[in-house]
């Protein structure tokens, strides 16, 4: 096979984007010692890559050397593979690059007197010659997959392309503060930090002041030779996904599911059960204790005692959790007492943390709320109403539509269609419900969400979040007729402001429109800030932030590699993952919202909108909200 073939068959596994390129860049960077990096990215990163720093440069040799596959390699025998130290240490980065792109590298050590120029052209040396550069080194590359046309062709958008791009900077710089980063964009500054030799003061300036205003440093944590250190969250704040989970071994970012394990463990029951803390975690190991060389993009590390270290994320942790840096100044303090918490998989149990009641922090992108309290169990001489448990539920889950032909009573909407799924445009072919059934009877809101109603026929159990899902969601639908331009909005009394992330925030943009639409007043302000100015009718303001940054996370998991406007189907599931959203703040009468607990009152009112609703019977993604359970079923539960 010749060199060249071979070098863009290992571009393959190497480079699978433009974003690949910059982190090899990157590598060899820092590993030069450079203590100042500037990244230009042209139309994402396909049109022009260029990384300068201001390392140690190289002699005229290694210049010419370094685009030869696996020469700069700092592997010599194979006990190297456990115990290298540097980022890059395989020696096919750069003859990878140079084979699939137009590459050009200007280096020069500090003191010499001129340095060195190298031009390849999709594999082939075009030049070498002396240049007058400044002492470092900068490599371009420009017209990546040149002469690959089916890998250029699978390339996202340049918003997409320059958000990854954008991701492994912020990765490298959160993981060496001591480094100045400059990351330009079609030869606009899109980041600029300085150095600083502060981890807490990188991740600030990262993620922005109203992030991290839910985030302290972590106490430093050393056990069996694994040094703990990074910034977390308080107690109580969450996001809605795990992009703000980050892990760094020796300075390299890495990715263990075994590490994400720890960390949620050693929130469990600190945050909401569908919310991910966030954390900066830099790990310390001697060298031969982990192996790097495991993935081509060398994200992925296996470690030699996984338990150990799986043990020492989730002890540092579950300590710092006790006594959180500051969190005992400040109207937001929030009292942490100790307890007893779930320990990693199959290890012994620890002390680990949870929240006391408090009233949660006003800046808390997301907090968690306490289950409201169960009534106890009381024995009556008039009735005995036993508590139905999700068990003795699940046999008759699945029947669905017998449960809901005889909650209606015997009437002839098609209930069979909203047993089958979520409806694709079925909404308008049905006619409105009548109301509640004759013989709903209400009895008790149990703990957990649910409302218990008696029947002619039975028990009825209704789920409170998907019954308001279902409401908010044809209210939505309903708010929309065809031709409208967009749905009953309410003003802020003060507009937020919200930062989000490069990749985030070019996947809002393009659904700006479809976010209108439905209540929001959104527009871009500033560098990845959107400033939110309305919400839709009915949801309620003090929590707005935080609906906002939900909404955010929904359109971020339905658009994920979409590329260009939405099609038909994406604005489905934006229309279903909104409403979903605002089910949780709606104010459906009387300000209840899905975690407000109900009273009768509250619970007939509930009943009668959601059988007023077209499709009453499953919530938006296919769900039932009611099952029924028959005096039969009971009988034979207690063998009767």
């Not at 590459?103 to 390849?120: I, P, Q």
Request: glycine share 8%; aromatic share 6%; charged share 25%.
């Amino acid at each position: 096979m010749p060199d060249t073939l071979a070098s863009q068959v290992a571009a393959g596994e190497v480079v699978e984007r433009p974003a690949s390129v910059v982190r090899e860049l990157l590598d060899n960077a820092l590993d030069a010692g450079a203590t100042s990096i500037e990244v230009q990215i042209g139309k994402g990163g396909a049109g022009l890559i260029r990384v300068t720093d201001n390392g140690a440069g190289m002699t005229r040799d290694d210049a010419v050397m370094c685009i030869e596959r696996h020469a700069t390699s700092k592997i010599k025998t194979a006990e190297d593979l456990v115990t290298v130290s540097t980022l890059g240490f395989r020696g096919e980065a750069l003859p990878s690059v140079a084979s699939v792109s137009r590459f050009k590298l200007r280096t020069c050590e500090h003191g010499a007197l001129n340095g060195t120029c190298v031009e390849v052209d999709g594999g082939r040396l075009v030049e070498v010659r002396d240049d007058g550069c400044a002492p470092g080194t900068s490599v371009e590359v420009r017209s990546l997959f040149v002469n690959v046309p089916a890998r250029r062709k699978f390339l996202k958008t340049e918003n997409t392309e320059f958000g990854h791009i954008d991701q492994q900077v912020r990765l490298h710089a959160i993981a060496h503060p001591k480094v100045a980063f400059r990351l330009v964009r079609d030869g606009r500054v899109s980041l600029d930090l300085p150095a600083t030799g502060d981890q807490w003061e990188r991740v600030r300036g990262l993620v922005g002041d109203e992030i991290a205003g839910g985030l302290f440093e972590m106490e430093p944590f050393e056990n069996a030779g694994i040094k703990v250190t990074g910034v977390m969250s308080r107690p109580g704040v969450s996001r809605p996904n795990r992009r703000m989970q980050w892990v760094f071994l020796n300075g390299r970012p890495v990715e263990n599911s075994v590490l994400f394990r720890a960390i949620k463990e050693a929130y469990r029951g600190l945050v909401e059960r569908d919310g991910h803390p966030l954390a900066f975690l830099f790990l310390e190991l001697p060298a031969g204790s982990f192996d790097i060389n495991v993935h081509p993009a060398k994200k992925e590390v296996r470690f030699q005692k996984t338990g150990a270290v799986e043990r020492a994320v989730y002890d540092a942790l579950v300590a710092s959790l006790e006594n959180p840096s500051g969190a005992e100044s400040g109207a937001d303090a929030i009292e942490v007492a100790p307890s007893k918490a779930p320990a990693p998989a199959k290890k012994p149990a620890s002390p680990a943390v949870r929240l006391t009641p408090a009233p949660p922090s006003a800046e808390a992108p997301k907090t968690a709320r306490p289950a409201p309290a169960r009534p106890a169990f009381k024995l009556s001489t008039e009735s005995i109403k036993p508590r139905v448990t999700q068990p003795e539920m699940q046999p008759v889950v699945d029947d669905v539509v017998a449960a809901a032909n005889e909650l209606r009573n015997k009437k002839t909407t098609p209930v069979a269609q909203a047993a089958a799924g979520p409806e694709e445009g079925a909404d308008d072919d049905l006619d409105s419900n009548a109301g509640i059934p004759d013989d709903f009877v209400f009895l008790s809101v149990l703990a957990d969400g649910y409302v218990l109603y008696e029947t002619d026929e039975g028990l009825a159990l209704l789920h409170v979040r998907a019954a308001r899902e279902r409401i908010v969601y044809e209210q939505l639908a309903d708010e929309q007729p065809e031709g409208a331009d967009e749905s009953a909005s309410q003003r802020l009394l003060l507009p937020v402001t919200l930062e989000t992330e490069q990749e985030e925030y070019e996947t809002i943009v393009e659904v700006l429109d479809e976010l209108c639409a439905v209540g929001f007043e959104i527009e871009e302000f500033g560098a990845r800030t959107f400033k939110v100015s309305s919400l839709p009718a009915g949801v309620k303001q003090v929590n707005a932030a935080d609906v906002i940054r939900q909404v955010f996370a929904t359109v971020g998991d339905v658009r994920r590699g979409a590329v260009g406007a939405p099609s038909d189907g994406e604005r489905r599931k934006l229309q279903v993952g909104v409403a979903r959203v605002l089910a949780r703040e709606f104010e459906l009468g009387g300000g209840a919202s899905v975690d407000t607990a109900l009273d009768a009152a509250g619970a007939a009112q509930l009943a009668e909108r959601l059988f007023g609703c077209r499709m009453p019977y499953c919530c938006p993604q296919g769900r039932p909200t009611l099952v029924h359970i028959g005096f039969a079923e009971l009988a034979r539960r207690f063998g009767r």
